[in-house]
Every structure is written in structure tokens, then in C-alpha cells.
T-cell receptor
């Protein structure tokens, strides 16, 4: 157990739907990062939050959004889902805005 | 758990042999590098890191070499074991303030 908790582990939904993925960082970690891992793209950075504020944005689609709450957990919202959104979504946390990350075990999203 | 099934280069080694996994990084300004191991159904796990003011760093059975001239990283695993079978990613960042950028990954397969 890495200390980073992601729920749910698996999610199957239809095109056009909206889902929310949840991440609880390691105790004491202020930074949360979201990554998408698909067959052809490897690990792609989506977005970073630090202590509740957005710090960096990567290749995140406009249909996707995220937030970090006062208790430091984070949610990634994916809407108007398309088949191509099927992937593993990982959350990672770190104590500061820098340094190595600790990853959760991911949420596998399947859009049908 | 399920594997991502990434289309990756594969390195096959005999159990007990040494493994060398290579990575070409993209940003000449990157100054902090990390190797991660991802087993099937799990999130990436930190193995070893190195800063750009070093060219070699050793851990337990692992060594990372950095050649800034040609923007090249390598991970050496001594006495490779079946438990080392996984996908290995290198990641880079600049001054730790930018999110980690991951390489494509290499699948290591250990033959018993």
C-alpha cells in the first residue's frame, strides 16, 4: 500500500456520460498530480494541485476538470466521455511542489 | 489487477544476469531524474533518483547513470530476479517545480 488511495478501481460507463475519480494523497502530502495512461501515450500529465490551488496544467481536455479540497483529497471529473477516454488514470502525491511522487494504484476507466 | 498492455520495447534477460535499461530524455534543462517501476495492475513505484550534478548513483542492486552531454539515462539492475519483471519508466523535471515528464517505458521480462 503506497498510502495514496484511488477510488473506484474500475469503472465502466457509456459514451456521453460523466464520471468522478477520487484520490486521497499520502498523509501530509500537499501536492496531488493526475496522470492518464493509455496504450499509445504512456503516462501523460493532466493537472497538478498544491494545497488546494491549481499549479500546473498539462494535456488536459476541456471536458475534464479537477479540484483539491480543504482536506487535500482530489477529484478528477470527466464528462461527455468518448471511447478514446478509456485509460488508466493515476493520482500521485508529494510533500511539496517538487520531488518524487508516490502513485496510487489507479482507476481503470472503460467507456463503451 | 490488469496491465495497461502498452506497446513497448521489451528487454528479456536471464535470471541472475545484469539488466541495463536505457532512456533518452527530452529537455536539456532538466536537472532531476527518476526511475519508476510499474508492475501489472499497480501504479508506478519509485526506484531511484539522480540530480544533474551527479553522473552516477547507486541503490540496492540498482545503479542510475546520467550522461547530460547526450541526454541519456540508464538503469542497471544487478542479478536480475523474476520479481524485477515490470515496465520501467524514466521521468524528468526541471528544478522540481515542473511536473514529471515520463518516457515511453521499457518492459523487462526475466527468464527463469
Amino acid at each position: 500500500d503506497s498510502g495514496v488511495t484511488q477510488t473506484p478501481k474500475h469503472l465502466i460507463t457509456a459514451t456521453g456520460q460523466r464520471v468522478t475519480l477520487r484520490c486521497s494523497p499520502r498523509s501530509g502530502d500537499l501536492s496531488v498530480y493526475w496522470y492518464q495512461q493509455s496504450l499509445d501515450q504512456g503516462l501523460q500529465f493532466l493537472i497538478q494541485y498544491y494545497n488546494g490551488e491549481e499549479r500546473a496544467k498539462g494535456n488536459i481536455l476541456e471536458r475534464f476538470s479537477a479540484q483539491q479540497f480543504p482536506d487535500l483529497h482530489s477529484e478528477l471529473n470527466l464528462s461527455s466521455l468518448e471511447l478514446g477516454d478509456s485509460a488508466l488514470y493515476f493520482c500521485a502525491s508529494s510533500p511539496r511542489q517538487e520531488g518524487g511522487y508516490t502513485f496510487g494504484s489507479g482507476t481503470r476507466l472503460t467507456v463503451v | 489487477g490488469e496491465s495497461v498492455g502498452l506497446h513497448l520495447p521489451t528487454l528479456s534477460v536471464q535470471e541472475g544476469d545484469n539488466s541495463i535499461i536505457n532512456c533518452a530524455y527530452s529537455n536539456s534543462a532538466s536537472d532531476y531524474f527518476i526511475w519508476y517501476k510499474q508492475e501489472s495492475g499497480k501504479g508506478p513505484q519509485f526506484i531511484i533518483d539522480i540530480r544533474s550534478n551527479m553522473d552516477k548513483r547507486q541503490g540496492q542492486r540498482v545503479t542510475v547513470l546520467l550522461n547530460k552531454t547526450v541526454k541519456h539515462l540508464s538503469l542497471q539492475i544487478a542479478a536480475t530476479q523474476p520479481g524485477d519483471s515490470a515496465v520501467y519508466f524514466c521521468a524528468e523535471t526541471y528544478s522540481g517545480n515542473t511536473p514529471l515528464v515520463f518516457g515511453k517505458g521499457t518492459r523487462l521480462s526475466v527468464i527463469a
